[in-house]
Every structure is written in structure tokens, then in C-alpha cells.
């Protein structure tokens, strides 16, 4: 069974920092690209970070240099460094796998507000 957990999801103001978790199991989880994505009310949803199986890294220009990509092999984690946070960031993150298929976790809601 695989599952994509996600946590560290919460309420923080704006210029605050995150950290978001997505632990993974019923994968080889080293062979897979992980990425983030959000959607927030009334949008697509859209690309925040990639890392791949090599750690190359990709970011959406929205959060380029405010947020930071990594992962765990060992752990079965990738993870969501977001600093500098602003409102526009608010939505729900979703964390993925993929290779042949794609699998996703149920989000996490990240919202920043005064």
C-alpha cells in the first residue's frame, strides 16, 4: 500500500518560516522524483518544488530563493523549507511521487495571514 503523508501544515504570519514534511512508504523511495505542489481556492494547481532522484532541484519562480527542496533517502522523506512566507503562498501543499506513476498525498493546508 503506498501512502504520502504529509505534516507541518499550520497558520503563521507573513515573513514567517515552515517546515513541511512528507513521509513515504510502499516505494523504492530513492528512485522516485518527489515534488510539492499547491492549489489554493478557485486555481490550478501548480508546481512549488521538484527534487529528482539525483537531486536536481526545480522551483516555481513564485518561491525561488524563499523556499527550499530536500530529501531523506534514508528517512523516506522529502521536505519543504519555506521561509519569507507571504500571503499569496496560502493554499493546500501537496506532496508527490513519481515515476512510472504518480502517487499523491492528501495535502497539508499552509495558510499565511496577520
Known amino acids: 500500500q503506498v501512502q504520502l503523508v504529509e505534516s507541518g501544515g499550520g497558520l503563521v504570519q507573513p515573513g514567517g518560516s515552515l517546515r513541511l514534511s512528507c513521509a513515504a512508504s510502499?516505494?523504492?523511495?530513492?528512485?522516485?522524483?518527489m515534488g510539492w505542489y499547491r492549489q489554493a481556492p478557485g486555481k490550478q494547481r501548480e508546481l512549488v518544488a521538484t527534487?529528482?532522484?539525483?537531486?536536481?532541484?526545480n522551483y516555481a519562480d513564485s518561491v525561488k530563493g524563499r523556499f527550499t527542496i530536500s530529501r531523506d533517502n534514508a528517512k523516506n522523506t522529502v521536505y519543504l523549507q519555506m521561509n519569507s512566507l507571504k500571503p499569496e503562498d496560502t493554499a493546500v501543499y501537496y506532496c508527490?511521487?513519481?515515476?512510472?506513476?504518480?502517487?499523491w498525498g492528501q495535502g497539508t493546508q499552509v495558510t499565511v495571514s496577520s
Open positions: 508527490s511521487a513519481k515515476l512510472v506513476r504518480d502517487y
Open positions: 510502499g516505494i523504492i523511495f530513492s528512485a522516485y522524483s
Open positions: 527534487i529528482t532522484s539525483t537531486d536536481s532541484t
